[in-house]
């Protein structure tokens, strides 16, 4: 037997502990979101019914099951504020993911062409932020946009404006903030591919007499995909459930589904509506979830 | 002089913008922490006086302390089932459940916070656990962890193998093989994923609003309730607090792992 399958042995043990983890707190919690998105509000506690108790004998459990019921998902169908939450959600996602790889983009392709030593260097200058608290950097954009802040300031002493322009609880100022809060998750990825492409393309291709713009689509760009594929559905998916940058920075006249969600759970205690809402957001992500998880195994699992 | 000449004027320009835009936001969050002013854009010269209004407000410390608590205990346990269940990708080569495994691994570097919180939340209600300390803390784990096991298993990938076969040829035990040959080289990227578990833990506010109980706010929690009410000097102060305690955690960080990536170095001709 190789040394490598004898090594194998303990380290399929280490799997475990885990293992045993990750299916208690993350897979079977997701049985519970099932559960209760089929179940009634009560005024009780847990503010739920039914509730399962299976010390009450075979009956009461069969009835149990009985009362569960999809009506929290008709609700969700039919009701136009959690109709226009989800498409508002996919439409700051999209919208989002685009100005990211627009912005992020740039930078990346920067990066990838500074002298190797440098390269180390900007790396660590993007990533320290996302080391940064994310409440503290959406926070620091709030000093900088309202009314009286840095930016007003700053556009009045130019003579821009004339007056304060409102940037808080608008769809700009939440823009502004989830770009800036999903910069390095957008650069990092695209940067990886491009770093490692062969420069040598880029100059058989000019060699041969193409314009710099046809080197950048025809080869570059094209090469970058995996690169792509990887920033957009790490920024992609977090946005779309995202709750704290719209509810500070957006105004509260439309919300994302993430904040509904929170809304029918910390304000309305609706635990069945939230994990209906829960349920549905998690539908939606499902294929961008599978393609992530095939990307990152494949980057791991293939070097 | 081929790699110097390959930098566009462009490319300068949007590395150099980039950057600004990263940096310029937190930077002007810090000097307005030192403002003397209560009000929070007019300059009233340089004070500490923040900084002593942070130190006097009993609630916040208290969140601090609470914080710091759950951050260091999440991050320790993610870091030892993180690199477990990283050696156990990266080495115990096919197994029963492996994808099942790979996939609850990865997917909450993405999913959505809400959802993780909710899920915990209920799940914590069903099995009547009083929420608090220790339901922040294993939230955290399960969210962190996750982190934890990438870092540490791209580590591990791009280590060469024939060292700890060699070891093993030589007679070591796999277990002896693992800890004296693989542990030391991938010591660097288990500090990383620890001092990254524990800032993600200082940093989360969502899974933490749902997983705590009354009474035992975390520091986010506190900033968030505050920052909803309006900009105060006050959370400046913190802010900046906040992000000096996440740059000596990286220094240490870095400094360790270049201390240990030269001893790896030199122990891998060995």
Redesign the interface.
């Known amino acids: 037997m190789?040394?490598?399958?004898?090594?194998?042995?303990?380290?399929?043990?280490?799997?475990i502990?885990?293992?045993v983890?990750?299916?208690l707190?993350?897979?079977?919690?997701?049985g519970?979101?099932l559960k209760?998105s089929l179940s009634q509000t009560a005024i009780a506690q847990?503010p739920y019914e039914p509730v399962f108790d299976l010390t009450a004998g075979w009956t009461a459990i069969r009835a149990a099951f009985a009362a569960l019921s999809i009506d929290n998902f008709r609700l969700l169908a039919s009701d136009d504020i959690y109709v226009f939450a989800y498409l508002r959600s996919l439409t700051v996602a999209v919208t989002a993911t685009a100005l990211l790889l627009l912005?992020g983009y740039?930078?990346a392709?920067?990066?990838a062409?500074?002298?190797?030593r440098w390269q180390a260097v900007?790396m660590?200058?993007?990533i320290?932020?996302f080391?940064?608290?994310?409440?503290?950097?959406i926070?620091?954009?709030?000093?900088?946009l309202?009314h009286?802040?840095?930016l007003n300031?700053i556009l009045l002493a130019l003579h821009l404006v004339s007056q304060p322009v409102v940037w808080l609880s608008t769809d700009t100022a939440m823009y502004i903030g989830i770009v800036?809060s999903y910069?390095?998750f957008m650069?990092l990825p695209l940067y990886a591919t491009l770093a490692k492409m062969e420069?040598a393309l880029e100059e058989a291709a000019s060699d041969l007499g193409a314009p710099p713009g046809a080197v950048f689509w025809l080869v570059t760009f094209p090469l970058s995909l995996p690169g792509v594929g990887a920033g957009v559905?790490?920024c992609f998916?977090?946005i779309?459930?995202?709750?704290?940058i719209p509810d500070?920075l957006a105004g509260s006249n439309s919300l994302m589904i993430?904040q509904t969600?929170?809304l029918e759970?910390?304000t309305n205690k609706d635990?069945p509506v939230?994990?209906a809402a829960?349920i549905a957001?998690?539908v939606m992500?499902l294929l961008p979830?599978l393609f992530?998880?095939r990307l990152?195994?494949r980057q791991?699992?293939e070097? | 002089m081929r790699?110097?000449s390959?930098?566009?004027r462009?490319?300068?320009a949007?590395?150099a913008l980039?950057?600004a835009?990263?940096?310029l936001?937190?930077l002007?969050?810090v000097i307005?922490s030192f403002n003397a002013s209560r009000?929070?854009?007019v300059w009233g010269g340089w004070s500490l006086r923040w900084y002593h209004e942070f130190f006097a407000d009993r609630a916040m410390i208290e969140a601090s302390w609470m914080s710091l608590r759950v951050a260091v205990a999440s991050a320790t346990i993610a870091t030892l089932?993180?690199t477990?269940?990283a050696?156990?990708?990266?080495?115990?080569?096919r197994?029963r459940?492996r994808t099942l495994?790979?996939?609850?691994?990865?997917?909450?570097?993405?999913?959505?916070?809400?959802?993780?919180g909710?899920?915990?939340l209920?799940?914590f209600?069903?099995l009547n656990a009083e929420r608090g300390f220790w339901t922040v803390t294993?939230?955290h784990?399960?969210l962190t962890?996750c982190f934890v096991?990438?870092v540490v298993?791209?580590r591990l990938?791009?280590l060469d193998?024939s060292l700890?076969?060699a070891a093993?040829?030589l007679g070591c035990a796999?277990?002896r093989?693992?800890l004296s040959v693989t542990l030391p080289l991938i010591a660097p990227a288990i500090v990383a994923g620890w001092m990254?578990a524990f800032?993600l833990s200082?940093?989360d506010?969502?899974i933490a609003?749902?997983t705590t109980g009354p009474g035992s706010a975390t520091l986010?929690i506190r900033?968030?309730s505050e920052?909803?009410l309006g900009?105060k000097p006050e959370?400046?102060a913190i802010?900046t607090l906040?992000?000096a305690l996440?740059a000596v955690?990286?220094i240490i960080a870095?400094v360790a792992s270049k201390l240990s990536s030269s001893q790896g170095e030199s122990a891998a001709p060995l």
């Open positions: 190789s040394a490598r399958r004898i090594f194998a042995r303990p380290a399929r043990f280490a799997a502990a885990p293992y983890w990750m299916v707190f993350f897979l079977v919690p997701f519970f979101v209760i847990p912005i740039p930078i392709y920067g990066m062409r500074l002298p190797k900007a660590v200058l993007v320290v932020p080391w940064t608290s994310f409440l503290i950097r926070y620091a954009w709030i000093n900088i309202q009286d802040g840095l300031q800036y910069l390095p650069i420069p559905l790490l998916i977090p779309v459930g995202e709750f704290v500070l993430g969600l929170w759970f910390f635990w939230a994990s829960a957001l998690l992500l979830l992530y998880e990152q195994r791991l699992e070097q | 790699t110097i390959r930098l566009s462009f490319n300068i949007s590395l980039g950057l835009f990263l940096y936001p937190i002007i969050l307005y009000l929070v854009t089932l993180g477990l269940a050696v156990a990708l990266s080495r115990g080569e197994f459940g495994f790979s996939g609850m691994l990865y997917a909450p570097l993405v999913m959505p916070e809400v959802i993780t909710l899920s915990l209920l799940l209600v069903a294993i939230a784990t399960t962890m096991a990438v298993q791209s990938g791009s193998r700890e076969e093993m040829d796999p277990v093989a693992f990254l800032t200082l940093d506010l969502v609003s749902f986010p900033i968030y920052v909803r900009v959370i400046n802010c906040v992000i996440i955690v990286i870095s």
